[in-house]
């Protein structure tokens, strides 16, 4: 075994090289081994292991920064800086990371786990080198689609000044289009061959060596040279950003990309290095369908086949729901960020290619892009993770709700997502979206009830939110809401004289919390709400009659949730009740099950029974 015994990015560069072969076969039979366990992800990862081995031969990290971005193109990093021993944690609560994390390891200098942040980063850190009199390189590692994003474009207008500083553009057919042109195809690879490097430093050392002229000859020849190119080549994309350009090169050949990233860091100067790789390499099954194991959640190494709840999620209704309701209205388009799969949009994409779009990493401009269609007489809907909704707030305030577009906006993965961790996340659309004038926002708890506000926002007048998690259908609660206008009560217990209000998943576990309530003696009431933006204020007060406590309970940050709209509410009202809030407080959430995370913050039935009790025990 040589995988064991690398403990840090020394060890990788003592490597044989007739051995490195082998190291990259025991790294995907150890991301095989985990991942089919742990779940996370594996495609992108099987395909950039000769390219991160070939990065610890020729950089010195720590010293050198390496950044991946995505930062799910981590986990062969990982494995070659001293996380080997804690690679089978990898996700779990308590383990190491799915994403870069600057507090795992003095080898992760950014955190990634959004993507198109790389270059911005890198080319501050390569600033920041300079500034303190550090003489090292900085890489970026773009990928699986990265290059899709518009903040890639912003860095690389103000990286031709920056030296030291490469970037990496692992192409693996998903993130960049094909290069134009035979004899740029021709000469890019003729510049990029091993041979090709080996002589041009030939030169340079023979002409070095010769007495007053070396200096003179060597850049004689490369003026040469780059008229020569300059006659016979169009520059492309990059060099016309006055950047310095390599490729594109087969990325699953250590040895060629060992000595292209000698000739970039050679060069000095701020580097793209255009890598071609194969998605889901080593792995027959991830080669042949490097979408389904681009993220999974477990799988059968041996057969390939994925492991999976077998239930239908809220995503997978979506996806149902808007091809239905697009057969009826010609006016629904639907827009997705490079998420397809994702947020379940993909038969909509087949049955309706003409009214389906897919702009890539770009939430900025796929906000605005809806805007433009509503404001164009269609109906769009935009499907995009809750986190990742994030980047386009400016768009939602500025672009759709000043101006009160019908966009409907379907924010998939709301609340915990488990091991994704902390960037993934989706607890901060309530606070942001709900501040927002002339925004409704619905969070349904099943996918009835997801139908049901489907339909409204189909029918509605402005901008419409309506977010469900990464969950199935809860099934049968065991009891019945009864309406109070728009919101829902259910009671457990005798003597009623204290209450959950929640909403969206947290309705499971509310109820669950008033059952076991219920059994300590404490009668609990169980409000729950759909629309929570506008709140229904008028409802809450009829539903909150005759109570003396109420406990807020919402999977989500406290701050600016719906528990201090609801206490800011009713102080302003002069409607007196003893409120307390469970909410996220103060902290980015750590990755782990779902289970696991609910307990930690105070979200799971057990842990809301216990603060229902406890409110029971101080009012007596």
């Known amino acids: 075994m040589i995988l064991e015994n690398i403990h840090s990015p020394a060890d990788v560069k003592a490597v044989g090289r007739e051995d490195i072969p082998l190291l990259a076969s025991e790294i995907r039979q150890k991301l095989l081994e985990t991942v089919s366990k742990n779940g996370g992800h594996l495609a992108s990862n099987l395909c950039v292991v000769e390219l991160t081995i070939a990065l610890h031969r020729v950089f010195d990290s720590p010293k050198d920064k390496i950044i991946f971005d995505v930062g799910h193109q981590s986990y062969v990093h990982k494995l070659l800086t001293g996380r080997y021993e804690e690679f089978d944690t990898l996700r779990e609560l308590g383990g190491i990371s799915g994403f870069p994390r600057r507090d795992e390891s003095v080898h992760d200098p950014f ?11 890198a080319a501050g850190i390569a600033k920041a080198d300079r500034l303190n009199g550090i003489d090292a390189f900085t890489v970026a590692v773009v990928g699986d689609g990265a290059f899709t994003g518009g903040m890639i474009y912003e ?12 970037i990496i553009l692992n192409d693996n057919d998903m993130s960049i289009s094909p290069n134009v042109g035979g004899m740029s195809r021709y000469f890019s690879k003729f510049r990029s061959s091993a041979k090709y490097f080996r002589f041009k430093h030939g030169v340079k050392r023979a002409f070095s060596h010769v007495p007053l002229l070396g200096k003179p000859l060597i850049s004689a020849a490369r003026g040469f040279k780059n008229a020569l190119k300059r006659l016979l080549l169009s520059q492309n994309y990059f060099e016309q950003f006055g950047l310095s350009y390599y490729g594109p090169l087969d990325g699953n050949d250590e040895k060629h990309l060992e000595a292209v990233l000698e000739e970039a860091k050679n060069d000095g100067k701020c580097s793209v290095i255009h890598i071609c790789t194969t998605k889901g390499k080593g792995y027959t099954p991830a080669e042949e369908h490097p979408d389904m194991f681009h993220g999974v959640s477990g799988f059968d190494i041996a057969s390939g086949k994925i492991k999976s709840s077998g239930k239908e999620s809220f995503s997978d209704r979506f996806g149902k729901l808007i091809c239905d309701r697009a057969e009826k209205d010609g006016r629904i388009v639907c827009i997705t960020a490079a998420m397809p799969d994702g947020t379940g949009t993909c038969g909509f994409a087949k049955r309706f290619p003409d009214r389906f779009f897919d702009v890539g990493i770009a939430e900025q401009h796929a906000a605005t892009f809806a805007c433009g269609l509503a404001a164009g007489g269609k109906l769009p809907v935009f499907a995009v993770y809750s986190t990742f909704m994030q980047r386009a707030y400016d768009q939602l305030l500025h672009d759709a709700a000043i101006q009160r577009l019908h966009v409907v906006f379907m924010l998939d993965r709301a609340g915990l997502v488990g091991s994704d961790g902390p960037t993934h996340h989706g607890i901060f659309d309530v606070s942001f979206s709900c501040a ?7 969070s349904p708890d099943s996918f009835d009830s997801l139908e049901e506000c489907f339909d409204k926002a189909l029918k509605a007048d402005g901008p419409v939110i309506i977010r469900y998690p990464k969950d199935s259908d809860p099934g049968d609660y065991g009891c019945e ?17 204290f ?6 998943r947290m309705t ?21 709400l759909v629309k929570i933006s506008p709140l229904p204020f008028d409802d809450l007060k009829r539903a909150l009659e005759n109570i003396n406590a109420v406990i807020i309970v919402e999977e989500g940050i406290k701050n600016g949730g719906i528990g201090e709209r609801i206490c800011a509410g009713f102080a302003q009202r002069g409607i007196n009740k003893t409120f307390s809030v469970a909410a996220i407080d103060g902290v980015f959430p750590v990755h782990g099950s779902n289970s696991e995370l609910f307990d930690i913050y105070g979200l799971s039935a057990e842990k809301i029974a216990g603060a229902i009790i406890k409110a029971a025990g101080d009012e007596t």
């Open 436 to 442: 927002i004038p002339f925004v409704t926002v619905y």
């Open 481 to 497: 809401f009864s309406e109070c206008g728009e919101v829902g009560v259910s009671d457990f217990g005798e003597n009623v004289q």
């Open 499 to 504: 209450a959950v209000v929640t909403y969206g």
């Open 508 to 528: 499971k576990n509310a109820v669950e919390a008033a059952k076991i309530a219920a059994g300590a003696g404490i009668g609990t009431r169980v409000i729950r």
């Open 111 to 121: 955190g990634t786990g959004h993507s198109s942040t790389s270059v911005s980063a």
């Open 155 to 166: 860095a690389l207008n103000n990286c031709a000044d920056i030296d030291r500083l490469v």
